[in-house]
T-cell receptor, first 110, second 116 residues
């Protein structure tokens, strides 16, 4: 039972670098989400998707991009990494409820 | 305006005792859902319990129960017979407007430490 798989688990980036956080789910869920969690805080929604080919902004989308070419995959792209993007990133998927979360990617921008 | 408020940043509870974690919410929707998640120190998000706005009975899942008071817009989590493994962060979350993608809004969390 893989569920929601995120890669990598940890990453250190330099300011200005770019990278893609990968997220794959094997539950055939239509809805997928990207959240970020800053230290000591709750999760904030970055982007979400209601199905392949459809994405929309969440609460904190600036500095990020997403795509949803398949039901299974929902990658998150950081184009110009900034220190403010240091955070733990969670991907989640659902149909009805609840949302199922991946284990997170811990990202540091130095 | 903050939609989910958890006013207890941290609390201690004695092993085997019950603990109540507070959660208040704000919404103008008639149909919404309330969730509680647990985040242990290892970092993963674990779903605990769900309450729909139209559910007449309070939700229960094993040692977890949700004290849902709709008029007061509160959805407190009760953990009975606390165990050492219950030490974690607990997040309350709300799903509004199901047609807009089942998005969740999270509260700031409550850290629980169970003392032996």
């Amino acid at each position: 039972n893989a569920g929601v798989t995120q890669t990598p688990k940890f990453r250190i980036l330099k300011i200005g670098q770019s990278m893609t956080l990968q997220c794959t789910q094997d539950m055939n869920h239509n809805y997928m989400y990207w959240y970020r969690q800053d230290p000591g805080m709750g999760l904030k929604l970055i982007y979400y998707s209601v199905g392949a080919g459809i994405t929309d902004k969440g609460e904190v989308p600036n500095g990020y991009n997403v795509s949803r070419s398949t039901t299974e995959d929902f990658p998150l792209r950081l184009e110009l990494a900034a220190p403010s993007q240091t955070s733990v990133y969670f991907c989640a998927s659902s149909d009805e409820q609840p949302q199922h979360f991946g284990d997170g990617t811990r990202l540091s921008i130095l | 305006a903050q939609k989910i408020t958890q006013t207890q940043p941290g609390m201690f509870v004695q092993e085997k005792e019950a603990v109540t974690l507070d959660c208040t919410y704000d919404t103008s929707d008639q149909s919404y859902g309330l969730f509680w998640y647990k985040q242990p120190s290892s970092g993963e998000m674990i779903f605990l319990i769900y309450q729909g706005s139209y559910d007449e009975q309070n939700a229960t899942e094993g040692r977890y129960s949700l004290n849902f008071q709709k008029a007061r817009k509160s959805a407190n989590l009760v953990i009975s017979a606390s165990q050492l493994g219950d030490s974690a962060m607990y997040f309350c979350a709300m799903r509004e407007n199901k047609a807009a993608g089942n998005k969740l809004t999270f509260g700031g969390g409550t850290r629980v430490l169970v003392k032996p």
